[in-house]
């Protein structure tokens, strides 16, 4: 399959498309077509494990890649996990929460990040390249550490992570400033996520410097989900959610099921389009975003604001004011109008805004659910659920929680509208943000992230990772920081 920018003419192979990680137009990679998984495949699915059902999407839109191979690797990559890597839990009737907390570093991110070493390594085997690749990532928390976990002693790879220096919780800090390896580098940035993300996507777009890491034997690529080969094992979870429903007796094929999703660069949510694009039976797809709700701001009037402060949150994965991903589904809304995306682009980075049209407007809301929540009402949330349930969500889990909620409100007073199982996507282990949990669940602080995870675990019994115990005592091996406009000299730094 090719794959085709967001804002030109520019196709490629899957292969190239991880390799290059964006287009050199500055677009997103997409499928040129949606492969689709018909009810007789699906059931299929219903038979296979977890890696076998990522191996089968993938494969479908990565066909040069050997099946069998993919097959060993992700066999290999999901390995790591501790248990199920996807494990869907029944809370109450209808609801259900698909834990994406069990790999290596305790966060979603880990389900695709896994696969990419693999996906990358043989993309460039595929395509004959011989430099070394220099995997570039901006993260607001997650990606860094699940980036750096899954690259470290790779061979002929570099990983490079920018992080917002007070813009992600002491325990995502402590995990990635303490990774081990002689090709990784953390550095934090005196900024926002969006600065880092701004400053990776300017170095990624410059000509200049692709040509002078070039003549170094140095290639660019990306752990950001800008990278469709860290987006499409995403689209694996979905599938994989759905056909537990049908082994467990709760749905039959065909029935429709709604997915509520914590949204901040918009990969998870596009992930879970994907998979309704390729015939999986999703009803509604729920927005979920905290106080930084320019997403939710988005599907309710189809103007899109990037414009404005920035608030820092409990959940800081997702204090996000540009959400790099929704550029892939503009492009859909726009019937794939390359030269519309790039114009709407050009006007985000100008100006921070751009609108898209009323009838555009209304494919998305017909689509998509948005809503947003404060802190007050996500504590709420987390506490009474935790007394209900006896347990424990992280704080963007708890953010999708509350916006599931109201979804489900909305659909009990609307006498038209038709109720599905509605699936609630955890993002992360509530043990990486301890303190904002238990302050959640028990109204007390601790300054102590790990006293934190004591008091966590004695009120719940959730076994604690042992990504999260093995950290305390690792010494802090990376303590740079710089402005946003020392990026690129940073980056020249490490490859030397």
Not at 22 to 44: K, R, S
Not at 161 to 188: H, I, R, W
Not at 226 to 236: C, K, M, V
Not at 405 to 427: F, G, R
């Amino acid at each position: 399959m090719e794959f085709i920018s967001t804002r030109g003419e520019e196709r490629v192979t899957g292969a190239q498309a991880i390799v290059q990680g964006i287009a050199a137009d500055g677009g997103l990679f997409v499928p040129a077509y949606f492969p689709t998984v018909g009810a007789e495949e699906l059931a299929d699915m219903c038979e296979m494990d977890y890696p076998e059902r990522a191996a089968f999407v993938l494969s479908k839109y990565l066909d040069e890649y050997p099946k069998e191979e993919l097959l060993d690797a992700l066999r290999e990559a999901y390995s790591t996990f501790e248990g199920d890597p996807a494990p869907l839990v029944r809370m109450d009737n209808g609801m259900y929460m698909l834990e994406l907390f069990h790999g290596p570093t305790c966060a979603f991110k880990d389900m695709a990040l896994v696969a990419l070493p693999y996906l990358l390594k043989k993309g460039c085997e595929l395509l004959g390249v011989k430099e070394e690749i220099l995997v570039l990532s901006a993260t607001s928390g997650d990606t860094g550490k699940a980036a750096l976990e899954a690259f470290k002693g790779k061979d002929k790879i570099k990983v490079m992570v920018f992080y917002p220096e007070d813009g992600v919780s002491k325990m995502q800090k402590l995990q990635m400033c303490t990774t081990e390896g002689e090709n990784v580098n953390v550095v934090a940035v005196r900024g926002s996520f969006d600065d880092c993300q701004n400053g990776v996507k300017k170095i990624f777009a410059s000509p200049e410097c692709r040509e002078r890491f070039k003549e170094r034997g140095v290639l660019l690529s990306s752990a950001n989900s800008i990278n469709a080969g860290r987006l499409l094992p995403q689209i694996a979870y979905y599938f994989s959610a759905y056909c537990d429903l049908i082994g467990a007796d709760q749905i039959k094929i065909g029935e429709p099921v709604d997915f509520a999703v914590p949204a901040g660069n918009f990969g998870n949510l596009l992930a879970a389009y994907y998979a309704k694009r390729m015939g999986l039976p999703v009803g509604k797809l729920v927005v979920a975003t905290n106080k930084n709700c320019v997403l939710a701001d988005f599907f309710r009037t189809g103007s899109y604001d990037g414009k404005r402060p920035l608030c820092k949150t409990m959940s800081p994965s997702m204090d996000i004011l540009v959400a790099s991903n929704l550029e892939r589904l503009i492009f859909e809304l726009s019937g794939r109008d390359s030269a519309l995306t790039a114009e709407r682009m050009r006007a985000l980075a100008k100006s921070g805004r751009y609108s898209i049209r009323a009838e555009e407007l209304k494919a998305a809301r017909e689509l998509f659910f948005s809503g947003s929540t404060n802190e007050d009402e996500t504590v709420e949330c987390m506490y009474e659920f935790f007394m209900e349930y006896g347990y424990p969500m992280d704080t963007h889990t708890g953010v999708a929680m509350h916006v599931a909620q109201l979804y489900k409100e909305k659909v009990e007073d609307d006498i038209s509208a038709e109720a599905h199982p509605i699936v609630v996507v955890s993002t992360a282990s509530p043990y990486k943000f301890p303190q904002d949990v238990l302050y959640a669940l028990t109204g007390n602080d601790v300054k102590d992230s790990f006293k934190g995870v004591k008091r966590i675990h004695l009120l719940s019994a959730m076994k604690v990772p042992e990504a999260i115990k093995s950290v305390r005592y690792k010494p802090i091996l990376f303590k740079t920081s710089v402005s946003p406009d020392k990026m690129l000299s940073e980056v020249e730094k490490f490859i030397g």
